[in-house]
């Protein structure tokens, strides 16, 4: 039975109508479970793939969704983990109709729930950017975040910013800024790396700030680490999460997306 997340094998790629990619493995189902159920043809007739490629290894960078644009997901095959580079951009539809000539390949099953996929897929459509003024006076901040981010990519889950007056300002007009940088558990190390990476922000940030002080000043007020597990969903609702790959209102870089 197909369902969200099942591994299309490549050899029935082309039974199915997909072109022979030379770079693809696999193709993964990305559409929901109960659209795919739905027997109605003329309501739901297809189903969503994303074509994938098996990579060495991760890159922290892309993995927990952190990157809208390309997700590095784990599946279990045989007795072996393999890890897959999923990008958003190479979807690919097949009418249900052709996948009935097909099934599963059912070597490959995900080694966590479809959660993390789920929320990389809605990422790209709750992705809000920040006032035009704030992204101005923070860009030497975001590229430090970035910087930083990307060194220590592998116990950082996200990046989480609060913000005061949420709205346009005056470079003379100061806003109020609150950063939490949110850890995974996996490791007891990850919590200490965090803290020590939010207080090298803190000393860096009037330094940054500097920078682009003709575009206005930012007040940091609280800039900490806070593990996933403390971090609880109404702070998830209350604040803008920054992720490696970003876009302003202009679509311009240093922008959060959420």
Partial sequence: ????????????????????????????????DCDIANNNLNVEPSVEFIIARIIAENDGNCTYGKNPRTLHLDYICGEETVHLELTASRKSVIQKSKLEAVSPDETYYPSCSNQILQSWLASRYRRHALPNSLVARLSKVFSYIEKEGKKNANGILSFHIDYE?????????PYELWINIVHVTDESNYCEMCKQLALKLKEKFP???KKTENEGTVDLRRCEAISEAEFTLRDMRETVEFRLDHLSYRAEPFGPVT
């Fill in 1 to 32: 039975m197909w369902r969200q997340g099942s591994i299309l094998a490549r050899k029935d790629f082309q039974v199915v109508g997909l072109s022979d990619d030379s770079e693809a493995e696999v193709a993964v189902v990305i559409s929901h």
């Fill in 165 to 173: 007056p949420r709205e346009e300002l005056s470079p003379k007009e």
């Fill in 207 to 209: 330094e940054l700030l």
